[in-house]
């Protein structure tokens, strides 16, 4: 190695170490053990020093990877059950409520809404033209969940409840957040207020798309979430097969069949109510 | 499990990098070094290999490199449902064979 090698090591281990933040904490310990037993290797190995620092700048996309996949199994798990859902969110609005009390100035901007034009006039408008924006902006697949005429009225009405309980308990969080956001970022007042509605129209949006989505991963008897995705057919053999996802429920209520694209014979999600045959394969849970 | 696994279809690269583990690079830097990949690509692409069941990884025991003054290796190797999987990959991929002759691989 080159003179430079002390250096090189060092910046090395360094960007493992500031790396290493990115994946979670169970898993930090021996994600570094890995990577510096290898560069261990690649130090012992006599090659340039821009190929070691090539080396160690590949663990940014690995632990990025971990990072993410870890965020999706830590989060739906505790997301599965509709009342987990329904905490979760309801444990977010308080904590944004609390926020957006604890912070003097945006505190003020609330309560004096009588002196100054109430900042609930931007929230409502802003929800009125997400609402009239969202018919237009909406995903196809996203559309094609919020047709139910053929799930049964029962399925119906509860999926609905279900939803506007969402919703509700987003409210908070749409409206404290973005104030906090406008009073607290913003340098001027009539930044602030712009920033507010921009702000309060992009979550309302993401919030919009999330409920949605939320619902179509969801068993629409016991509403918890679908899991163990199965790709059935071939895109390129859809001429008279289904080609898509089948997802079960884990109570053994249905298999929801998802297809790729739609076909004249098969345009949108299907629901398969599984009878009380199917009971036995479910008593143990699935793998 | 197997049934359905052989079914599955793995990229070239992950086809490459389970081949590469299945003629004996156990580590990640020797699997670098046999398929000519870059270490981005190789570990997240093992850690894809790791959480579909493909390969599976232990660490080296602590006596041994403390004995060879190393630190210890994390070793991967294929599980069943890869090894058929690799066996539908180089059905698909008939030169994958080619591209990893035993003689670049260190049989560590």
């Known amino acids: ?46 090659v340039a020093d821009r190929d070691c620092i090539a080396f160690s700048l590949g663990a940014v996309p690995d632990a990025f990877w971990i990072g993410r996949n870890s965020l999706r199994r830590g989060w739906l798990p505790q997301l599965e059950s509709p009342a987990e859902c329904l905490a979760f969110l309801a444990t977010l609005a308080v904590a944004g409520v609390s926020l957006a009390m604890y912070l003097p100035q945006v505190r003020l901007e609330i309560f004096s809404a009588a002196y100054d034009g109430p900042p609930e006039i931007n929230f409502l ?6 609402c009239l924006m969202l018919p237009a902006v909406l995903p196809i697949f996203l559309r094609a969940g919020l047709r139910t005429e053929w799930l049964s009225p029962t399925m119906r009405t509860r999926g609905w409840i279900f939803v506007g309980a969402k919703i509700t308990l ?34 309302a949006l993401f919030a919009a798309f999330w409920v949605i989505d939320d619902q179509l991963q ?26 898509g996802v089948e997802y079960v429920c884990i109570e053994g209520h249905g298999v929801l069949h998802v297809p790729d694209f739609p076909t004249s014979w098969f345009n949108e999600q299907r629901w398969l109510t599984l009878d009380g045959s199917w009971q036995s394969l479910f008593q143990h849970g699935i793998p | ?46 850690r894809r290999l790791e959480r579909d069941a493909l390969i599976v990884s232990r ?30 990959a180089r059905k698909r991929y008939p030169l994958l064979a080619k591209l990893m002759p035993d003689a670049q691989v260190e049989r560590a």
């Not at chain 1, 408008?125 to 997400?130: I, S």
């Open chain 1, 125 to 130: 408008l802003a929800l009125l033209v997400t």
């Open chain 1, 1 to 46: 190695m080159s003179r430079h090698a002390p250096i090189v090591t060092c910046a090395c281990g360094l960007l493992l170490r500031a790396t290493s933040l990115f994946v979670p904490r169970r898993e930090r310990r021996s994600w570094l053990a890995e990577w510096r037993g290898e560069l261990h290797y690649v130090l012992g190995c006599n």
């Open chain 1, 170 to 203: 987003l409210l908070p969080l749409l409206f404290c957040g973005p104030v906090v956001l406008g009073r607290v970022l913003a340098a001027s007042r009539a930044f602030g207020t712009v920033l507010q509605t921009f702000a309060t129209m992009g979550g």
């Open chain 2, 59 to 88: 660490w080296e025991r602590q006596s041994i490199a403390d004995a060879e003054g190393r630190p210890p290796r994390k070793y991967y190797k294929v599980t069943t449902d890869g090894k058929a999987i690799l066996a539908a």
């Open chain 2, 1 to 46: 499990m197997t049934g359905m696994a052989t079914e599955a279809k793995l990229s070239h690269t992950a086809a490459l990098i389970l081949q590469a583990v299945d003629s004996g690079c156990r580590y990640g830097f020797s699997i670098m070094e046999a398929t000519g990949f870059p270490s981005g690509t190789v570990y997240p692409a093992m």
């Open chain 1, 218 to 243: 969801r068993c629409p008897s016991c509403l918890r979430r679908l899991t163990n995705p199965a790709r059935v057919g071939e895109r390129s053999r859809s001429f008279l097969n289904f080609s």
